[in-house]
Antibody, heavy 116, light 110 residues
Framework: QVHLVESGGGVVQPGRSLRLSCAAS????????MHWVRQAPGKGLEWVAL????????YYADSVKGRFTISRDNSKNMLYLQMNSLRAEDTALYYC?????????WGQGTLVTVSS | QSVLTQPPSASGTPGQRVTISCSGS????????VNWYQHLPGTAPKLLIY???QRPSGVPDRFSGSKSGTSASLAISGFQSEDEADYYC???????????FGTGTEVTVL
């Protein structure tokens, strides 16, 4: 049974950094691409970033390009999102999701609030 | 802003057929497959349909998907009160080199 657990969210001031983590279990983590997706309060789902199974190829939404970095550690079954230069508009519930094409399993999310 | 357009709301009575449209372009729906997700805010989104019209195991067969050109649609046959949720279409966009979600449709029971 696939299990994805996000952590690392919290309240942070604008311009500061935060690193999110996603612990994966129940599947062969190293065989799957992984995504980060977010939902701002009262808004819809917004795709953030994708990393291929081997960590070599990475893709980002224009809204986070140059500020966020997706990475993974296949030896630990962990996915990460390093978020720098945070802005108020980055305030959202951040989900990790499995599978490059289908996003077929999701975690419960971790809340990031950017506020002074 | 999203490049996939959905109606903001839809509704139906129990047993009715409810459909949701998703309009895109040649760089996303026109050249890639479409997925549909069911989401209750604050919970984990659930994959309902993948590859335009395929249902993952465990998804009731009252949910079906279709695609034609640069548009796609999700149909709920025999609508049930437990189907009240937000629904999103999604596809890869070759121009943006990223995944895009639809604007979302809130489905409610009349």
């Amino acid at each position: 049974q696939v299990h994805l657990v996000e952590s690392g969210g919290g309240v942070v001031q604008p311009g500061r950094s935060l690193r999110l983590s996603c612990a994966a279990s129940g599947f062969t983590f190293s065989s799957y691409g992984m995504h980060w997706v977010r939902q701002a309060p009262g808004k819809g789902l917004e795709w953030v970033a994708l990393i291929w199974y081997d960590g070599i190829d990475k893709y980002y939404a224009d809204s986070v390009k140059g500020r966020f970095t997706i990475s993974r550690d296949n030896s630990k079954n962990m996915l990460y999102l390093q978020m720098n230069s945070l802005r108020a508009e980055d305030t959202a519930l951040y989900y990790c999701a499995k599978d490059r094409y289908n996003l077929d399993s999701w975690g419960q999310g971790t809340l990031v609030t950017v506020s002074s | 802003q999203s490049v996939l357009t959905q109606p903001p709301s839809a509704s139906g009575t129990p047993g009715q057929r409810v459909t949701i449209s998703c309009s895109g372009s040649s760089s996303n729906i026109g050249s890639n497959t479409v997925n549909w997700y069911q989401h209750l805010p604050g919970t984990a989104p659930k994959l309902l349909i993948y590859s335009n019209n395929q249902r993952p195991s465990g998804v009731p067969d009252r949910f079906s998907g279709s695609k034609s050109g640069t548009s796609a649609s999700l149909a709920i046959s025999g609508f049930q009160s437990e189907d009240e949720a937000d629904y999103y279409c999604a596809a890869w966009d070759d121009s943006l080199n990223g995944f895009v979600f639809g604007t979302g449709t809130e489905v409610t029971v009349l």
